[in-house]
C-alpha cells in the first residue's frame, strides 16, 4: 500500500472490533473442543466425529481475520496519490427551481382566467416535462418564500404549486431580487445544471435584482425568464369567487395598472447567459422554451460537469476479502472423515 493515502483515517479504529470478533470465535473453538474432550476420548473423537484439525481451524479463524482487515481497509477509502481518475454523467439531469410571482398584479386578466392561474397552470405541464430533474418552488411578491426544496418527487412539487395563492409571500409588491436569492440558496453545493424558471409580469420594484441576477451567474445559476401580461398595461380586476363580482383594484382613487416590464428581465437573463420568453398574453409555447432554452442549458452543463478525483483503490482490499473468505471457506471445508466403516 505505498503510495496510497485513506479518506477516512479514523475508521482504522474498526481494528479493534474485528479482534474482539477473531477473539470471540477462537474461544469458542477452544470451548467446543473441551467440552469434547470432556464426554470422549481422543480415541473416540477419531471414530465418531468428524471435524478439522486444530491448526486448521486456526488457519480459517485467521483467515476471516485477514477478510475483515481488507473490508476495514477499503472503507478507510483509499487513494492513489498522485493518480487521477476523471468521472463524467452520462444521462443529462439538473436541477430547475420554479420562481413564481404571486404579487397581487399577477390577477390582471389580460390572460385568461388571469395571469396567476396561467402561470401555475403553465408551470405544472413544464413540470410533466422534465420526468428526470429535480424541481423546487419558490413564490415571491414583497419578500420571497421557498414553498418547495429541490425534490424528484413531482407529486409532491404538485401538492406545493396547488396550495400556493397571493398570500403565500405575505407582503405585497415585487421584490424579484430577493426571489433570485431564495431560489440560489436552495441548490446544492457543486456543478451540475442549475436552472431558476421565472414566472412574472416583470412588474418589479427591487433595485438589486440586476446585482442578485450576477450572484446567480456567479453560482453558476441560469435564468430563463418568462414574462406574463401585456407591455401596454392592463388594470387589474378582482373577481369574487362566491358573488363572481368584480372589482377593480384601486390605489390612491386610481385604477392599478400592470404592466409587463420584459426590458428588466430581458436584463436579468441575459446576466446570467440564460434567455427572456416574452409570453404576453398568449398561451407559452412549452416545446419552445425545452427545445430552445431548457434541453440545451441542461446539456451543455452535463457535458461540462466533469470531476478529476484522485484513483480509488479500495477495490483491491474488496477482491483480497472476497479471496481471503472463499480460502476460509476451503480451509474449514477441509475436514477428514475420520470414523470406522
Known sequence: MIGWTFVHVGRVHLVWLALAITGVLVALE?????ALRTFLSPVMQRRLTLGASLSRSLVRLGLIFLAMLASIGALMRPQAKGTTETISTSRASADV??????SRSMLAEDTAPNRFVRAKAEIEQLVSRLPDHRV???AFAGRAASMCPLTPDHSFFRTALATVDTRSAGRGGTKLGEAIKVAVRGFPAGSGAKLIVLVTDGDDQDPYSEEAAKAARDAGVKIIAVGLGSETGSEITLTDPQTNARTTLMHEGKPVVSKLNGEQLRKVALITEGAYVPAGTSAIDLDSIMESHVTPIVTAASDAAQRVIPAERFQWLVLLA???LLAAL?????ATDRRLA
Open 30 to 34: 477452544l470451548a467446543n473442543r473441551d
Open 97 to 102: 427551481m420554479f420562481v413564481l410571482d404571486t
Open 136 to 138: 423546487g418552488l419558490v
Open 322 to 324: 472476497m479471496i481471503a
Open 330 to 334: 476451503w480451509v474449514g471445508s477441509g
